[in-house]
């Protein structure tokens, strides 16, 4: 068999280099869904929408029940998502390499969409009986009970950051098509995200309640996870094993020193874009009137921006000339937008309010009036620099990913870039915004 070439990720000028694969280590070669083999990312977008859909009602769910165990609300935020976001890091780190030596990565989706399902429906039920123990193991043991909660969320979180990077590895983008594949999955996924949040908030609790909700949630995730192996049943997205073998990470290519910059660049990235957040949620709390509504709206507008650049980029990553150029400049441009907004912030953004709520036809309705001046709080100041945060992802897909090792790369990419988020949130929380204040604190980040 004649060795093929591995095209390599962009060097800082954009030129690719051809790489031969390592002797011994014959590389598989990458099909899509027009040859049969690969899983169409049409086909996947609706099964990432739901999962995330899922994942998201999970998340509200168990900060809600983490605060009746901790007793502090904004400790129950705080562990929520540090250990919801831990989780999804660890898994997307751990799922890649994995999803690249399967034959049929559909069908491991499909064991990952029933694990979230059973992890997360015991989770939820587990919380509800925590208190007791926690209180005891704190008056024990300490902080060190702190690490109940958090496991009972990093379990089910670990298994729900493994399905982007899996998902992708099934649809099996070529290099020319790891931006827009990637990109737009990502997108739907995230999309999928804010409709969790929010019925979960306003349909979901108040209909179901917690454990109702838990089981409706856990539901989606069987019934993609079904889709899933009826889907690879039926011959998608399985390797043709006459011609292809399973990629070994020990056989394939190390990332170039290249992709490794962009990969801590892009975590770097994702720091920032969480300090954004917490810095934003303490500016929004004077136009909104609990910190509960604006912590709910300005996740919602964070999500969105993502999303809609994430998805509005991806159409044309595969094609830039100069990615790390268009790299640096999304990331460069949201922090000059995001720092122009909060230079700006003032009376205007009142009046915008004001005018949103005489759009209403019915000037009873008081619940609908206050949640669109908090949406429009929240989209004046944070849709346009997380679009362009957003829009990185997919440059940054382009600079990091190589087809043969679609899974670990991907996977590397979104667990880097959430552990950056993290660090970003305890860094601009307890250090930056008591210390500098929310203007210096804008202003570094």
């Given at each position: 068999m004649r060795r093929s070439r591995r095209r390599g990720p962009e060097g800082p000028g954009g030129g690719l280099r051809d790489r031969p694969a390592p002797a011994g280590?014959?590389?598989?070669?990458?099909?899509?869904?027009?040859?049969?083999?690969?899983?169409?990312?049409?086909l996947a977008a609706p099964l990432l929408f739901l999962s995330g859909l899922s994942a998201l009602v999970f998340q509200v769910l168990w900060v809600k029940q983490l605060g009746l165990v901790v007793g502090v609300e904004v400790h129950a935020v705080a562990l929520g998502v540090a250990a919801f976001f831990a989780g999804l890091a660890l898994g997307g780190w751990w799922a890649g390499p994995m999803a690249?030596?399967?034959?049929?990565?559909?069908?491991?989706?499909?064991?990952?969409e029933a694990g979230i399902?059973?992890?997360?429906?015991?989770?939820?039920?587990?919380?509800?009986?925590?208190?007791?123990?926690?209180?005891?193991?704190?008056?024990?043991?300490?902080?060190?009970?702190?690490?109940?909660?958090?496991?009972?969320?990093?379990l089910p979180a670990l298994c729900m950051g493994a399905t982007l990077p899996v998902l992708v590895r099934a649809v099996a983008p070529p290099d020319a098509r790891v931006g827009r594949a990637g990109g737009g999955l990502y997108a739907a996924n995230t999309a999928g995200a804010i409709a969790g949040a929010l019925?979960?908030?306003?349909l979901l609790i108040p209909a179901l309640g917690v454990r109702g909700s838990a089981l409706a949630a856990g539901g989606i995730n069987l019934l993609v996870a079904l889709v899933a192996w009826l889907?690879?049943?039926?011959?998608?997205?399985?390797?043709?094993?006459?011609?292809?073998?399973?990629?070994?990470?020990?056989?394939?290519?190390?990332?170039?020193?290249?992709?490794r910059t962009a990969l801590w660049l892009y975590a770097v990235a994702g720091g920032i874009a969480l300090g954004y957040e917490v810095v934003w949620s303490q500016a929004l709390v004077q136009f909104m009137s609990t910190r509960a509504f604006a912590?709910?709206?300005?996740?919602?507008?964070?999500?969105?921006?993502?999303?809609?650049?994430?998805a509005l980029q991806a159409r044309w990553a595969d094609r830039i000339r100069d990615p790390w150029g268009v790299f640096a400049l999304l990331v460069a441009g949201a922090g000059l937008v995001a720092l122009l907004e909060f230079a700006l912030l003032g009376p205007w953004l009142l009046a915008w309010q004001s005018a949103a709520g005489a759009l209403l036809p019915g000037p009873d309705d008081r619940l609908a009036a206050m949640s669109l001046r908090f949406a429009v709080a929240g989209l004046a100041i944070v849709l346009l620099p997380t679009m362009l945060l957003g829009a990185a992802f997919p440059v940054a897909l382009r600079l990091v990913v190589d087809a043969r090792s679609v899974g670990r790369d991907l996977g590397r990419v979104v667990a880097i870039n959430t552990l950056g988020g993290i660090g970003g949130t305890l860094l601009a929380g307890f250090l930056l915004v008591p210390l500098m204040g929310l203007g210096r604190a804008l202003g570094l980040l």
């Open positions: 280590h014959e590389p598989v070669q990458v099909t899509t869904a027009s040859a049969g083999t690969g899983l169409a990312a049409a690249d030596r399967q034959l049929r990565p559909l069908r491991l989706y499909a064991i990952v399902a059973v992890l997360a429906v015991l989770a939820t039920l587990a919380l509800a009986r925590t208190a007791a123990p926690f209180a005891w193991l704190e008056s024990h043991a300490g902080p060190l009970a702190w690490l109940l909660p958090m496991a009972l969320v990093m019925l979960a908030s306003f889907l690879d049943r039926g011959g998608v997205a399985v390797a043709d094993q006459r011609t292809q073998a399973p990629v070994s990470t020990q056989g394939s290519e190390p990332m170039t020193a290249s992709a912590f709910s709206v300005l996740l919602a507008a964070y999500l969105a921006g993502l999303m809609l650049g994430s």
